[in-house]
Each structure stands twice: as C-alpha cells, then as structure tokens.
C-alpha cells in the first residue's frame, strides 16, 4: 500500500509491507474483505480512509513535526489497534511525511531520522526458508546467516553473497536442481524436515564459501514459535515438546551450532520461558522478542520486567507509527536491549527501513535473502549509505550482539 505526501510542488511516496506470520497483538492491517477482488485481499478502504479522513487534517501541518502528525492520526483512528483506518494507511502516511521532511530539510533521509547516524547494520539473511514462509516441514521459520567477521558492510554483505550462493549449490547436490525454489523471504526452500539437518547445511555452505562458522559467519533462527504450537505443546521435528524440553531442545542447539540469534523461541504469550531461555543463554546468544512484543512498548516493559529476551526486533508496521516506533526503540536501548530492524515476508520494493536501520544506530538489520528485488533493494540503499558516509561510515561486526550483555 502506496500513499503520498506533498508540500507545495514537492512530494515523497512510501510503501508499506505485510507479513504472513503476524502476532496477535499487532496492529491491524486494514483490508477489503471482498472475496471478488484480489481474494479479499484489497486495500481500497485503506485508501479511502487516506483521502476522506487523513488528508484533509494534515493540510497545513508541518511534516516536519512527525510527533504532531502521527499523534493526529491516532487520535482520528480512536481504537487500541488501529482498526477503524488502518495501520496500513496510517503507517503508509507516516513514512511518506518522513520522507518529505527529510527532502524539505535537505539531509538523505537515515541522517533525518537520527542524530550522529553512521552505523551499518549486519545484515542476518534468512537463507533456509520453513515455516509459514515456506512449504516444506521444518518448523523454525527462519535460518540465517550472520557474516559478523569484517570491518565493512560492504565485505559483509559479500561474504553473504558467496555463502548463499555455495548454499545453493550444497541444497542441489543433496536434494537436486528442483529444491532450490525459494521462499517468501528470498531464502530457499528445500524438502528438509529437520532443525539440525538445516544448521548442517548452512555450515556447509559457509566452508565450501571459504569461510570458518563461528569464526567468520555465525548463524540464526527465527523459530516463529507460535505457529507451531497448539494446545500447551510445540510440534517440531516430528515431535511433540513441552516447553520445558524445548527450552532444552534450543539449548542443545545452541552447544551444536555458532548459534548467536534466537528469535520467538516460545509463543508470544509465554513471557516466563523466554525469560528462562534469556537467563539460560542470554550471555551468549540474543534472544529476540518479535511476536512476544511486536514493536509495542506496553509489552515491551513487560518483558524488560519479566528479563523476557534481550532484544527488541523493530516491524514499524507491527505498531503503525513512526513515532511510536521510535519510542520503543528508546525504550529497548534504555534498558540495555539490542535493536534489530526488520522487513516483513510481503515486503516491498520501498527501502526505507534501510535508512531506519543507520539512522538509529541500530547495528543489525533483517531483510533477507540476498535475492528477489524487494531485499535487494535494501541491501543496495545500504551499500549506497555506506558509500555516502565515507570514512565516517561504521560497521560493528560481532560486537553489535553484544550490546544487550
């Protein structure tokens, strides 16, 4: 969904992503609901509520005074999630009135959006594709690589390159030419049922790249574990586990595996067994809290209170603002949680979390497979970033996963 900003005779578009796994508690996307235009699927409503009800409020204001402007559409909106306009809408002008403020203040836009930014992000590239982002039988949602060992993005970003390249070809000789179709997120999605069996070949790949797992590319998950649990159990690898043995099951992982990244490890309302895995692993691995907070501050506190995770992972359209989710960017960081920028599985061509990422010196950044045009976008309006910065330009390698320790 596309909206646009004008001031006088310039203007600026943003477009915002979807997600296909979403947390509960995350603010509504607004759709049609008629099953005869694109499967219900449509953002007309979206649309209208953009040009009756938010447009003609916004003449006259500042763009900008983002705080003004997005306090305003909430107030027209009047609900918990955002449901009567849309977090849709509401987001999609809440960017481009970012963007137009940048350009009127004449700075790129990541130097807008933040003081003193001019940190690259590690890039975590979900490579193996399983869960709601795939057809396949593994559970966990996401494999990553994390190509931590350099002194640049740019070296980064290549190392990735290879390594997913390598993948493919380590995926074809196991599986043949037809199990490199890829997924939602660009990664692949070969006929793999088990975690292990995943973690394997992503330590294949990164030697037969050239590299050392563990010294120069760590890995990832994202378990997305709501999806795989019903009924007080987690169904994964062929197996029913109670929370207790799946805290277990992740422990062992991470003993077998240079495991740095553990996202959603429980579902998104066990506050008390992320907490247990944090204090388990926490001093070693970032566990990420994705579904468990979504990008919202009330649940945010509550894990900081709780020591669920110690990482915040950032969806502004989880939340529908800009300026709220910049809040609880602030609110991670004061509390010694790592932040990590993310997309989303429907992500689109729009690059501005890329700029997002520098502008809050966040460190890390998820968008991807190094493939398909919408992540790719990304990858390049960062290497351009890093170019335009110059020698001012910082990468924090493996140091980024250490800021919540």
């Known amino acids: 969904m596309e909206a646009v900003a004008y001031a006088g005779d310039i203007f600026e578009t943003a477009v915002v992503p979807s997600g296909a796994s979403t947390g509960k508690h995350e603010a509504l ?18 649309v209208e509520n953009i040009q009756i009800a938010i447009a003609p409020r916004l003449v006259g204001l500042d763009p900008r005074e983002q705080a003004k402007v997005d306090q305003l559409m909430l107030e027209l909106d009047g609900t918990p999630n955002k449901s009567r306009l849309g ?10 009135v970012a963007k137009l403020a940048a350009r009127i203040e004449a700075k790129p836009l990541y130097a807008y959006l933040g003081v003193g930014a001019r940190t690259l992000p590690v890039p975590l590239m979900n490579v193996i594709n399983g869960g709601k982002h795939a057809g396949t039988g593994l559970r966990i949602q996401e494999f990553m690589i994390i190509p931590a060992s350099t002194h640049t993005f740019k070296d980064s970003l290549r190392m ?9 070809t380590v995926i074809q000789e196991e599986h043949g030419k037809q199990a490199v179709n890829v997924g939602d997120e660009g990664g692949f999605a070969p006929p793999i049922n088990q975690t292990s069996e995943a973690l394997e070949e992503l330590m294949k790949a990164v030697s037969e790249a050239g590299y050392v797992p563990g010294k120069d590319i760590f890995l990832g998950l994202d378990a997305a574990s709501s999806e795989f649990y019903e009924n007080g159990e987690y169904k994964i690898d062929g197996r029913e586990k109670s929370p207790d043995q799946l805290l277990d099951y992740y422990v062992q992982l991470v003993q077998s595996f240079p495991i740095r990244y553990l996202e ?10 992320t907490a247990k895995i944090t204090k388990k692993v926490g001093e070693k691995v970032q566990v990420v809290g994705d579904d ?15 020591g669920a995770a110690n990482a915040l992972l950032l969806k502004v359209n989880q939340v529908g603002t ?14 010694n ?7 989303r599985s429907g992500e689109t061509e729009d690059a501005f979390i890329a700029d997002l990422a520098v502008g809050i010196n966040c460190g890390e950044i998820k968008t991807g497979a190094p493939c398909r045009g919408e992540r790719t976008a990304k990858y390049n309006r960062l290497l351009r970033i890093e170019e335009e910065l110059g020698s001012q330009a910082q990468f924090p390698g493996l140091s980024a996963f250490e800021k919540s320790r």
């Open 29 to 46: 996307e607004l759709r049609d609901g008629d099953p005869k235009r694109f499967r219900g699927l449509g953002v007309l409503k979206a």
């Open 322 to 335: 800009l300026t709220e989710a910049k809040e609880a960017v602030d609110t991670a960081v004061h509390s």
């Open 264 to 273: 959603d490890p429980f579902e998104q309302e066990d506050f008390e067994h």
């Open 160 to 168: 990735g390159v290879e390594t997913y390249h390598a993948l493919k």
């Open 292 to 306: 468990i907070f979504v990008t919202n501050v009330s649940r945010l506190k509550r894990g900081i209170r709780t």
């Open 337 to 343: 949680y790592a932040v990590v920028t993310s997309h």
């Open 87 to 96: 977090a849709n809408a509401i987001l999609a002008v809440s960017l481009a």
